[in-house]
């Protein structure tokens, strides 16, 4: 537990996480790797690794007030704080909202959890593989919300029954030979046909151009054509 983000518990504060987004809130709740912030609306959960800096907002013009109910993602009795891995556990199977690249928020729900990536359900990407260490934070749907006017009683998407690795890099070389997107599909996003994986280099074979390589430690989303 960090005592410095103990110490603003109740504060309001600005957060700048990585890619130079801002966060403002009321510092709630941290653990060892995660502090948990209330925008005035929702709960926003965010690794510590991704926070680049932060301070006391004394501006707070959006007059942010302390939420009137607790967050329903907190450590279990048993545990001495919560970590981000917690959250992840405790958010599989319900609507959350997450960021992890190219300015755009993804919206669906954790399917499966795995050493070093999990499994997510978008109604637009549908399956996506994420790796969590490029997860820079996840904000719980309240109870009787679902994402795009989505019946909030569909049953939820279960997995197809693939066998999945369990690292992120196994995962991307089982998707060998087949053409993939990597990274959403934003400016910074890869098209094509994964040739090969070795260590932490990845072959891509774009539509009619010579093969590319990625750096497998760059590589934040993994979704099927």
Same mark, same amino acid.
């Given at each position: 537990m960090n005592n410095i983000i103990q110490s603003l518990i109740k504060e309001v504060v600005r957060v700048e996480v990585s890619g130079k987004r801002l966060i403002n809130g009321t510092v709630i709740d941290s653990g060892s790797d995660v502090i948990v912030l209330f925008n005035g609306i929702d709960y926003v959960y965010i690794p510590v690794d991704h926070i680049q800096r932060f301070g006391i907002?004394?501006?707070?013009?959006?007059?942010?007030?302390?939420?009137?109910?607790?967050? &329903?993602?907190?450590?279990?009795?048993? @545990? +001495?704080?919560?970590?981000?891995?917690? $959250? !992840?556990?405790?958010?599989?199977?319900?609507?959350?909202?997450?960021?992890?690249?190219?300015?755009?928020?993804?919206?669906?729900?954790?399917?499966?959890?795995?050493?070093?990536?999990?499994?997510?359900?978008?109604?637009?990407?549908?399956?996506?593989?994420?790796?969590?260490?490029?997860?820079?934070?996840?904000?719980?749907?309240?109870?009787?919300?679902?994402?795009?006017?989505?019946?909030?009683?569909?049953?939820?998407?279960?997995?197809?029954?693939?066998?999945?690795? &369990?690292?992120?890099?196994?995962?991307? @070389? +089982?998707?060998?030979?087949?053409?993939? $997107? !990597?990274?959403?599909?934003?400016?910074?996003s890869h098209i094509g046909k994964i040739n090969n994986v070795e260590e932490q280099i990845v072959e891509i074979k774009g539509a009619r151009t010579n093969s590319y390589y990625l750096n497998l430690d760059h590589i934040k989303t993994l979704h099927e054509v």
């Open positions: 907002y004394d501006d707070n013009e959006e007059d942010i007030q302390a939420p009137s109910e607790s967050p &329903n993602i907190t450590a279990l009795e048993n @545990e +001495k704080e919560l970590t981000f891995r917690e $959250v !992840l556990t405790q958010a599989q199977g319900n609507y959350v909202e997450i960021y992890v690249t190219n300015g755009q928020p993804l919206h669906g729900y954790i399917m499966s959890l795995m050493n070093d990536y999990f499994i997510f359900y978008s109604p637009i990407y549908k399956t996506m593989y994420i790796s969590i260490q490029h997860l820079k934070w996840l904000i719980p749907y309240s109870k009787n919300e679902s994402p795009y006017g989505m019946n909030n009683q569909t049953n939820l998407v279960q997995s197809n029954g693939q066998l999945l690795a &369990n690292t992120f890099k196994e995962q991307v @070389e +089982k998707f060998q030979n087949t053409i993939v $997107v !990597l990274n959403i599909g934003g400016d910074k």
